[in-house]
C-alpha cells in the first residue's frame, strides 16, 4: 500500500499541510448531550482519499478520542463533547503532521441525529438536551424524501430527551434518499443523507425475425424488459 510505505514521495504527500482532513457531525449539529458521531474524511494534494489515524484533543491538548479511516481516507469517530470546549484532530499515522484541524464548534444545546441500518429496518435516534416548548408537548415529525418526492411521513414525541423509531427500507426507493427531523412547527432540526439499493435487477430479452441473414440484409431484433 503506497500511503503506508516509506518512500520520500509518501513522505511529501504527507508533508505539512499537504493533508485535508474534515469533520462532519451526523445530522448536522455537534451537541453537548451524550455521544455524537462525527464522520471524517482524508484528501491527499493529488486529490485522492489517504488512510491515516490520529487524535482528538481538546484546547488543553488532552486526548479525548482517536480515530482510524476505514476506507479511502473516510470513517467515523465517536466523541462526547462538553459545552465551551474546542475540539481539534492531529494525524500521528503512517506520518505525523505537523498541523491542527479544527472539529465543529459545540453547541451547548440542541439536537442530534444517529441513522443505522438494521436488518430489513433504518434505525433513527434522536436526541436533544434543548428546552421543552411552552405547550410542554416535545413533537417531532420525520419525513424521508427523494427528488422532491416524499416516501415516509411521521409524527412523534421525545422520552426522556430521546427518540427512536424503524422504518422499513422498503419505504426508501433506490439511491440517496434525505432524513429530515422537524420540530412541531415544521422547523428542520437535524438532517441525514443515507443511499438505499433494493438490488434490484433487470432481465431483457431478445428475439429476431429471422435464425440466418444474408450480406446486407434488413435484421429486426425485438426486445422486452423484465
Same mark, same amino acid.
Given at each position: 500500500?503506497?500511503? /503506508?510505505?516509506?518512500?520520500?514521495?509518501?513522505?511529501?504527500?504527507?508533508?505539512?499541510?499537504? &493533508?485535508?482532513?474534515?469533520?462532519?457531525?451526523?445530522?448536522?449539529?455537534? &451537541?453537548?448531550?451524550?455521544?455524537?458521531?462525527?464522520? *471524517?474524511?482524508?484528501?491527499?494534494?493529488?486529490?485522492?482519499?489517504?488512510?491515516?489515524?490520529?487524535?482528538?484533543?481538546?484546547?488543553?491538548?488532552?486526548?479525548?478520542?482517536?480515530?482510524?479511516?476505514?476506507? *479511502?481516507? /473516510?470513517?467515523?469517530?465517536?466523541?462526547?463533547?462538553?459545552?465551551?470546549?474546542? =475540539?481539534?484532530?492531529?494525524?500521528?499515522?503512517? =506520518?505525523?503532521?505537523?498541523?491542527?484541524?479544527?472539529?465543529?464548534?459545540?453547541?451547548?444545546?440542541? =439536537?442530534?441525529?444517529?441513522?443505522?441500518?438494521?436488518?430489513? +429496518?433504518?434505525?433513527?435516534?434522536?436526541?436533544?438536551?434543548?428546552?421543552?416548548?411552552?405547550?410542554?408537548?416535545?413533537?417531532?415529525?420525520?419525513?424521508?424524501?427523494?427528488?422532491?418526492?416524499?416516501?415516509?411521513?411521521?409524527?412523534?414525541?421525545? +422520552? +426522556?430527551?430521546?427518540?427512536?423509531?424503524?422504518?422499513?427500507?422498503?419505504?426508501?426507493?433506490?439511491?440517496?434518499?434525505?432524513?429530515?427531523?422537524?420540530?412541531?412547527?415544521?422547523?428542520?432540526?437535524?438532517?441525514?443523507?443515507?443511499?438505499?439499493?433494493?438490488?434490484?435487477?433487470?432481465?431483457?430479452?431478445?428475439?429476431?425475425?429471422?435464425?440466418? =441473414?444474408?450480406?446486407?440484409?434488413? &435484421?429486426?431484433?425485438?426486445?422486452?424488459?423484465?
Amino acid at each position: 500500500n503506497p500511503v /503506508m510505505g516509506n518512500s520520500d514521495e509518501d513522505s511529501e504527500r504527507l508533508s505539512r499541510d499537504s &493533508v485535508d482532513l474534515q469533520f462532519f457531525a451526523e445530522g448536522g449539529n455537534f &451537541v453537548a448531550c451524550g455521544f455524537n458521531r462525527l464522520a *471524517f474524511k482524508a484528501i491527499g494534494p493529488d486529490g485522492k482519499g489517504i488512510n491515516v489515524e490520529g487524535e482528538i484533543v481538546d484546547e488543553k491538548d488532552v486526548v479525548v478520542s482517536s480515530f482510524k479511516s476505514q476506507h *479511502f481516507g /473516510m470513517g467515523s469517530v465517536r466523541i462526547s463533547p462538553v459545552a465551551g470546549k474546542r =475540539y481539534s484532530a492531529r494525524i500521528t499515522k503512517p =506520518y505525523k503532521i505537523n498541523r491542527s484541524y479544527p472539529l465543529p464548534q459545540v453547541q451547548s444545546k440542541g =439536537y442530534t441525529l444517529q441513522v443505522d441500518a438494521v436488518g430489513k +429496518n433504518i434505525k433513527v435516534i434522536v436526541f436533544t438536551n434543548a428546552d421543552k416548548p411552552a405547550s410542554g408537548d416535545h413533537a417531532l415529525n420525520i419525513i424521508v424524501q427523494s427528488r422532491g418526492q416524499a416516501y415516509f411521513a411521521a409524527p412523534g414525541k421525545f +422520552n +426522556n430527551n430521546a427518540f427512536y423509531t424503524l422504518i422499513p427500507k422498503s419505504k426508501f426507493p433506490d439511491g440517496i434518499s434525505q432524513i429530515t427531523v422537524f420540530d412541531g412547527e415544521g422547523r428542520p432540526l437535524a438532517e441525514r443523507l443515507v443511499h438505499h439499493d433494493h438490488h434490484e435487477t433487470i432481465t431483457v430479452t431478445t428475439q429476431t425475425d429471422a435464425a440466418t =441473414y444474408g450480406k446486407r440484409k434488413l &435484421v429486426t431484433v425485438m426486445t422486452d424488459a423484465l
